[in-house]
């Protein structure tokens, strides 16, 4: 779907982080600080943190979704993930997982995680399509509302990447 688009994904920059900011704060009731980015971006060599980009019909372009995900050992962490609420429904969190899965394959990942709010049925619906299953609940984990985490793991890593849509993505990796 997003094809037709013109959606760019690559590495997050410094400059980016206005408008990762903007992404945040529209998306999650706890966002991040800016500096967790930076500090992400600058100090943390295990932190995959990647944009999705849109052009428009003008010269500019703007920021329509992103990805931070931490490499550790063999796993990789899905620490977080959002798209504009403007551009959602497009396939751009699809193609924002897909990529920075194959990348941290790439990099020696053999499993993948994330936590979860339970009221977050979107978001676990399309981590269920990426072979992610609930494995484990923590109660009132989410200071804001003392709402559940839940913990998804996929362990097949290896599995999904030997699937055949990969040979397409690899054109298009960060
Ligand atoms: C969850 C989120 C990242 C999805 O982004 P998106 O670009 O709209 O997702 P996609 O278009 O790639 O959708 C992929 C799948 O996600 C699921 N999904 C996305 N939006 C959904 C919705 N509103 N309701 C139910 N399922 C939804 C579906 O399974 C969908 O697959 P389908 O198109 O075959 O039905 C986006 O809604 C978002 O930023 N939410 C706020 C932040 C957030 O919750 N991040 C995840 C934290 S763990």
Redesign the pocket.
């Known amino acids: 779907m997003i094809e037709d688009k013109k959606v760019t994904f690559r590495p997050m920059r410094k400059d980016d982080l206005d408008s990762v900011m903007v992404i945040d704060r529209l998306?999650?009731s706890m966002p991040w600080p800016k500096s967790a980015y930076l500090h992400d971006l600058i100090n943390n060599p295990n932190a995959l943190l990647r944009v999705a980009e849109m052009d428009s019909n003008s010269s500019s372009s703007q920021l329509v979704?992103m990805v931070d995900t931490w490499l550790i050992l063999d796993e990789a962490h899905i620490a977080?993930?959002?798209?504009h609420p403007d551009?959602?429904?497009?396939?751009?969190?699809?193609?924002l997982i897909e990529l920075v899965l194959l990348e941290a394959h790439e990099k020696g990942a053999s499993r993948a995680m994330?936590?979860?709010r339970a009221s977050?049925?979107?978001?676990q619906?399309?981590y269920?399509?990426y072979g992610f299953v609930i494995v484990h609940r923590r109660p009132r984990y989410y200071y804001d509302n003392k709402e559940d985490a839940l913990l998804m793991n996929m362990d097949n890593l290896e599995d999904w990447v030997k699937s055949a849509r990969l040979v397409e993505l690899r054109k298009a990796t960060f």
């Open positions: 998306s999650f979704g977080t993930l959002a798209v551009f959602r429904g497009q396939g751009i969190a699809s193609k994330l936590e979860v977050n049925h979107a978001a619906s399309l269920n399509k």
